[in-house]
């Protein structure tokens, strides 16, 4: 039975507190069920989705259309009601409804991001050599591999654009709510609907984020896993480079199609990710990158360069000095601590590090530059004799248990550094 066809039955009573009463438990009634009806019909509309653009104009795909298409056909219903109170009362319980199926819709799009943290490599350090009896460079998990690279660049740029409709349709349906509300002369204010619809935004927000994270943690430790992860500065690679050079090169080529793929005002945060994610990957080369990776004191120069053509490459100056890549101050801030390690550990012989070592603090915080750990990884790099028999007499001790083969170094970062 519609909402108002209810409402005219419980109005025959006399008793109206009682109406009022009642009818608050109909309503509830009501938009549960209408609740559960707009899940499956967004679950079957996100099902039946192959996440691609609808036009090169519009980038988002079909499902989030239907979703939003669903709330502007409820918008009459919601305040269809005569009596004032009980308007605003069904139009913010059907408003809780929209939030929590735009959050419900923004679950669903994320679940084809979640492997982000699967795709870190684990730390290469100890054990046999880069082809020896222990295998070749950890790999990325079967069970995820075979998912990800199912997953295409389109798809992923989809998923990211439709959650940035979301987030501006949000804007929009909380504007036409207040407007319609006017119209009915109910005193509902944009304030109202901000606190209705502020766990769907944030939801949005963050997935958003993650979404766009996810993206470029999948270009640099999967599709850049052989180029960059594995072989940069690796002579035991079939995939060897001596300088970043190559890794960039690629990256010019390839960007250009990922900017045409997301939308303009998305473009600048996913290529900070993308920026992000290789300063990590530089760092885990550097410090947990393998035993046939071997870097002197003297490599910190050529170190540095790579660094700062990386840096350069992503802030993309033209030739009157204006910035056409992501913020000098972002790129320059979140690869400082790759560039400390480098003058401040990298640079050090290696009996200064051991002598560092002793004296460093027994805090095993991987964000401290001069923690322990980053100490013993710099040394299990070194090939002179004071730096193999320092790795060889502290094998039992727990700084190396933390920096050995196997552990996820990156997602130690990533909780103690909180990079969101």
């Known amino acids: 039975m519609e909402i108002t066809q209810l409402f005219s039955k419980v109005l025959d009573k006399e008793d109206i507190p009682e109406v009022h009463k009642e009818f608050r438990s109909l309503i509830s009634g009501y938009t549960n069920d209408e609740e559960a009806t707009f899940s499956t019909f967004v679950a079957r509309s996100l099902d039946a989705d192959k996440l691609t653009p609808m036009t090169a104009k519009h980038r988002h795909s079909s499902s989030v259309i239907d979703v939003f298409s669903l709330f502007t056909q409820n918008i009459p219903v919601m305040f269809s009601l005569s009596e004032p109170s009980l308007c605003e009362f069904f139009a913010g319980t059907m408003g809780g409804t929209f939030n929590r199926i735009i959050i419900k819709y923004a679950e669903m799009l994320l679940t084809h991001t979640q492997y982000r943290t699967d795709l870190y490599p684990l730390s290469a350090n100890g054990g046999k050599k880069f082809l020896g009896k222990r295998g070749p460079f950890p790999p990325i998990p079967p069970h995820v591999a075979d998912i990800v ?49 502020i766990t769907s935004q944030r939801t949005v927000e963050e997935g958003l984020r993650e979404a766009s994270r996810y993206f470029a943690c999948r270009m640099v430790f999967m599709d850049l896993r052989e180029a960059y992860i594995e072989g940069l500065y690796n ?24 900017k045409s793929m997301v939308d303009d005002d998305v473009v600048s945060d996913v290529m900070t990710w993308i920026f992000r994610e290789m300063v990590d990957g530089f760092e885990y080369i550097l410090l947990y990158g393998g035993n046939d990776r071997r870097f002197e004191p003297k490599d910190a120069e050529s170190l540095m360069q790579d660094l700062l053509e990386m ?64 100490i013993m990884c710099v040394l299990f790099h070194r090939n ?30 990533d909780i103690q550094n909180k990079r969101n």
């Open 149 to 197: 690279v199912l997953q295409t660049e389109e798809q992923l740029t989809v998923i990211i654009n439709n959650l940035n409709f979301i987030l501006k349709s949000i804007f929009k349906l909380k504007k036409e709510l207040t407007n319609t509300a006017a119209q009915h002369n109910l005193k509902i204010e944009s304030d109202f609907w901000d606190s209705i619809f």
């Open 235 to 258: 002579p035991a690679s079939p995939h060897y480079q001596v300088k970043i050079h190559g890794v960039l090169e690629y990256l010019e080529n390839h960007l250009p199609d990922v």
């Open 384 to 413: 002179d004799k004071n730096a193999k028999a320092f790795i060889k007499t502290h094998k039992k001790n727990e700084v190396y248990k933390l920096t050995k083969r196997g552990n996820n170094v990156l997602l130690q970062m």
């Open 311 to 374: 840096q350069k490459f992503f802030i993309a100056k033209d030739k009157s000095g204006e910035i056409k890549g992501i913020s000098e101050q972002v790129v320059i801030g979140y690869s400082s601590r790759v560039k400390t390690i480098i003058a401040n550990l990298m640079e050090y012989s290696s009996d200064s590090l051991i002598e560092l070592f002793e004296s460093a603090k027994s805090s095993n915080e991987v964000m401290e530059v001069q923690s322990k750990q980053n």
